[in-house]
C-alpha cells in the first residue's frame, strides 16, 4: 500500500474553535489518519499532519483547506511566520510504498482543483514545482500576504492553478511535494529578539551558515521570551545535534540559556540515531511523535 503524508499549514493559532472545526474537517474523511495537531498562538499558525492513502490524503487536504478558507480572513491576521494565504502551504511527502512522483501527480490534481474550486491563486513549489524560481518556498513567499495584490501586475507571478488575481480573505496557496522535514524550534531565555535573529541569520544556509538550514529569529509574546524557528530540509545532511550545539553555542557566548526545543509536528526515527530527545531538551516528545510510530 502507497502512504502519503500532507502537513497542511493554517493561518490560524488563536481561535480554538475555528481550528477545532478546521481539524473536524479532517476526521470526516474516511482512510485519512490525523497524527498531530500544533498550535501556535505568535506564529498564529497551526500545522496538521495526517497520512493515508494517495487518494484519502488528497480528499483529506481538499477538506481541510476548504473549511479554512470558510473560517480565516486574511484581512484580520497577524503573526511572526510568514504566510501568503488561508491555506499558507500545503505540502506531501511520499512515505511507505510511495515514491515522489506519486507525491507530485497528487500535489497537481489537489492544488489545480483546489485553485479552481475556491478561486485562488496556487502556486506549485519543491518537487511539484512546474517554474524553477518557484522550487524554494521562500521564494514563492516573497513579499508575503500584502504584496498579492501587486504581485498579479507582474507575468513572473502569474499562479500555476486558480485565477490570477487578488483574493483578499483567502490570499493564495503554496501546494507542493517534499521529501520529509523537520520544523524544529529552539526557545531561549532572554526578550531580546535581535539576539534571535543574529542567531538565524548566522546559522541559515542563505546566510552562509548551516547546509538546508532555514532559520528565523521570532519572538514570542505570550511567553516573553524569543525563538530561533527552523526547517531542516535535509537532516542527512545537517542533523539535529548538529542545529542544537551550533545555537547553543552561540546564544551561550551571547549570555543566553536554551529554555527547550520543540517539534512542529513530526520527525524521521533515523534523524534521532545520533541524539535524544533530552540532549536536544525536547518538550512534548514520546513515540507519537516519530512518523514510523504510525506506519
Avoid at 489518519?33 to 500545522?47: A, G, Q
Avoid at 487536504?61 to 499558507?88: E, K, T, W
Avoid at 502556486?123 to 524560481?133: I, S, T, V
Avoid at 540559556?257 to 534523524?271: D, F, W, Y
Wanted: hydrophobic share 40%; charged share 25%; glycine share 8%.
Amino acid at each position: 500500500m502507497k502512504i502519503i503524508e500532507c502537513v497542511p499549514n493554517i493561518s490560524e493559532g488563536r481561535d480554538k474553535k475555528k481550528i477545532d472545526r478546521i481539524v473536524a474537517a479532517l476526521t470526516t474523511v474516511e482512510g485519512a489518519k490525523l497524527l498531530d495537531v500544533c498550535i501556535d498562538p505568535d506564529h498564529n499558525r497551526t500545522v496538521l499532519t495526517f497520512i493515508g492513502r494517495p487518494e484519502d490524503v488528497e480528499r483529506g487536504a481538499a477538506a481541510v483547506s476548504d473549511r479554512a478558507l470558510d473560517l480565516i480572513d486574511m484581512r484580520q491576521h497577524g503573526g511572526v511566520h510568514p504566510r501568503i494565504g488561508a491555506v499558507d502551504v500545503v505540502p506531501f511527502v511520499p512515505l511507505k510504498g510511495a515514491s515522489m512522483k506519486n507525491a507530485v501527480d497528487v500535489a497537481h490534481r489537489f492544488g489545480r482543483a483546489f485553485g479552481v474550486r475556491n478561486k485562488i491563486p496556487v502556486y506549485f513549489y519543491g518537487e511539484a514545482a512546474l517554474d524553477p524560481q518557484r522550487r524554494e518556498l521562500p521564494n514563492v513567499r516573497k513579499g508575503e500576504y500584502e504584496a498579492l495584490r501587486t504581485h498579479f501586475e507582474d507575468s513572473r507571478w502569474i499562479p500555476d492553478a486558480g485565477p490570477a488575481r487578488f483574493n483578499p480573505r483567502g490570499g493564495a496557496a503554496a501546494v507542493g511535494a517534499r521529501e520529509p522535514l523537520i520544523a524544529f524550534n529552539i526557545n531561549l531565555a532572554t526578550h531580546d529578539v535581535h539576539a534571535a535573529k543574529e542567531i538565524a541569520s548566522s546559522i541559515r544556509e542563505s546566510g552562509g551558515g548551516l547546509p538546508y538550514v532555514r532559520a528565523m529569529g521570532v519572538a514570542l509574546k505570550s511567553r516573553d521570551i524569543v525563538q530561533v524557528s527552523m526547517n531542516l530540509t535535509n537532516y542527512k545532511v545537517t542533523s539535529l545535534k548538529k542545529v542544537f550545539d551550533t545555537v547553543k553555542e552561540k546564544a551561550t557566548s551571547n549570555g543566553i540559556h536554551i529554555v527547550e526545543s520543540e517539534l512542529v509536528g513530526l520527525l524521521p526515527e533515523e534523524a534521532l540515531e545520533n541524539v535524544s530527545a533530552e540532549y536536544l531538551q525536547l518538550t512534548k516528545f514520546n513515540a507519537e511523535c516519530i512518523i514510523e510510530t504510525h506506519l
